[in-house]
């Protein structure tokens, strides 16, 4: 079945660590990509979205992410991460009018 | 800017009983998707509309309807509410039909509770 993995389920960082989180998607074809952060009892905000062109994308916050069109994966980077950056972080692809998102990775961040 | 709005924020209702959640696009977004996000889980996609017409449909209960009205607000009706309801139900919306690629943009959500 078409699907977006995030692998890892829960991460458990310090501050100043680098964050790296995977995201695979099986869908063919041309798909939009995107990094959604849910904080704590809010709802999903965008962090950064792959449509076309450089495949290393800015978003806020200082995250970036890459898409790998050979390995199928848009994984979601930072070099340090803070306190604040804990959430919960979402992959999503879009296909024909439809966002499908990944299971979500928790974050937590040790002060 | 506008924003995503949806009301109302938390509902509390009994078991059988019927829920109405609403969801106001940003203007001009000619899209709107429902999604259901249980406790620990990731979003489920439940259905979406485009220009006012039903453009897809997820894992929504029979019991469960939804419409977008002239206004392209959209409402979400769920009737015959069981425990197993208890979510938070996201509406977003996009403007699809220009072609170009573009993003969703999230309401905060309705929290909803059946006891």
């Known amino acids: 079945a078409q699907s977006v993995s995030q692998h890892n389920h829960h991460v458990i960082l310090s501050e100043a660590a680098s964050l790296e989180l995977g995201c695979n998607y099986s869908?063919?074809?041309?798909?939009?990509l995107f990094w959604y952060v849910q904080y704590p009892g809010q709802h999903l905000q965008l962090l950064l979205k792959?449509?076309?062109?450089?495949?290393l994308v800015k978003g806020i916050k200082g995250f970036e992410a890459e898409f790998i069109k050979s390995k199928f994966s848009f994984n979601l980077r930072k070099p340090s991460v803070q306190w604040s950056d804990t959430a919960e972080y979402f992959c999503?692809?879009?296909?024909?009018?439809?966002?499908?998102f990944g299971s979500g990775t928790k974050l937590n961040v040790k002060p | 800017a506008a924003g995503v709005i949806q009301s109302p924020r938390h509902l509390i209702k009994e078991k059988r009983e019927t829920a109405t959640l609403k969801c106001y696009p940003i203007?001009?977004?000619?899209?709107v998707y429902w999604y259901q996000q249980g406790p620990g889980q990731d979003p489920q996609f439940l259905i979406s509309?485009?220009?006012?017409?039903?453009?897809d449909k997820g894992s929504i209960p029979d019991r469960f309807s939804a419409q977008q009205f002239s206004d392209y607000h959209s409402e979400l009706n769920m009737s015959s509410l069981e425990l197993g309801d208890s979510a938070l139900y996201f509406c977003?919306?996009?403007?699809?039909?220009?072609?170009?690629?573009?993003?969703?943009?999230f309401g905060q959500g309705t929290r909803l509770t059946v006891v």
């Open positions: 999503a692809v879009t296909k024909f009018n439809k966002f499908y």
């Open positions: 203007p001009r977004h000619d899209t």
């Open positions: 792959y449509f076309s062109g450089d495949p």
């Open positions: 869908y063919g074809g041309t798909v939009n």
């Open positions: 977003a919306s996009s403007l699809e039909g220009t072609g170009r690629n573009t993003e969703a943009f």
């Open positions: 509309f485009y220009e006012k017409m039903q453009s």
